[in-house]
């Protein structure tokens, strides 16, 4: 079992930066390749971001690449969302996941285990 807590999203302006944490619980954080997603009012859930276990292989939406940047801390069982040059189109609530089998995916019904969001909200 993997308890994920998110925490750093806010309301911040058009082209600010915000830098999401996801803290894990348990003893086999290095055992998950983890994800970000996002989910705005009226839309589906969204792939964002993966990261491996090891943190050497990442992979992004077209939307938020060369903005955002995924990272993990493996001796502090976090995982980082860095966002850049935030959009109002970027605005949702972001969700971390961890993945236990495949690597990292972009498929969220792959994902065992899932934080309950924080809210970013880009204003114009």
């Known amino acids: 079992q993997v308890q994920l807590v998110e925490s750093g999203g806010g309301l911040v302006q058009a082209g600010g930066s915000l830098r999401l944490s996801c803290a894990a619980s348990?003893?086999?954080?290095?055992?998950?390749?983890m994800g970000w997603f996002r989910q705005a009012p009226g839309k589906e859930r969204e792939f964002v971001a993966t990261?491996?276990?090891?943190?050497?292989?990442?992979y992004y939406v077209d939307s938020v690449k060369g903005r955002f940047t995924i990272s993990r801390d493996n001796a502090k069982n976090t995982v980082y969302l860095q966002m850049n040059s935030l959009k109002p189109e970027d605005t949702a609530v972001y969700y971390c996941a961890a993945d236990r089998t495949h690597g990292g995916s972009y498929y969220s019904y792959e994902y065992d285990y899932w934080g309950q969001g924080t809210q970013v909200t880009v204003s114009s």
């Open positions: 990261i491996s276990q090891s943190g050497g292989a990442t």
């Open positions: 348990g003893r086999t954080f290095t055992s998950y390749a």
